[in-house]
């Protein structure tokens, strides 16, 4: 997701991922990405207009995940980019379902190169306010998350 190549093309640019989901596979053996759960960088501003709320709305309300969200965002002195990577382990979820993804968490965290923050979430209300990820980006310079003010 983070590798750049200078002299990219627009139709590269646009197969870029902006967000994706992992899940376990049915055996529980594997890590795998979760087909059709992804964001693209070319949907930004075509079929989807907000990529937060619209990765937000991925989530699984009764499941685990893990996931990686590449958050554009600015503060009072620069555009950046970061890879936010995301243990999404709600209260909801089934007891062993939660354990196989904690047993799993640090295997998955340490393949993935370029995270810049790793985020554990529990509840839906603390991922759907953009300003809990604007803090963890960079507290109070932060002044818009995906072109939306926070």
Known sequence: MKVRKA???????????????????EDE????????QEIL???VG???Q?????FVKMLPPEDCRYALYDATYKTRRAQ???LVFIFWDPESAPLKTKMVYHRSWDTIRKKIRGIKIEWRVNRLEDIQDR???AAKLGGQSVVSLEGSPI
Do not use: M, W
């Open 29 to 36: 053996q594997n890590i795998i990405l979760e087909e059709g």
């Open 50 to 54: 907000d990529p937060y709320l619209h």
């Open 46 to 48: 075509t079929t989807v």
């Open 80 to 82: 950046k980019e970061e």
């Open 41 to 43: 960088q070319g949907d």
């Open 7 to 25: 002299q990219a093309g627009e139709e590269e640019k646009r197969k870029r991922k902006k967000a994706v989901l992992f899940c376990l596979s």
């Open 131 to 133: 300003r809990t990820l």
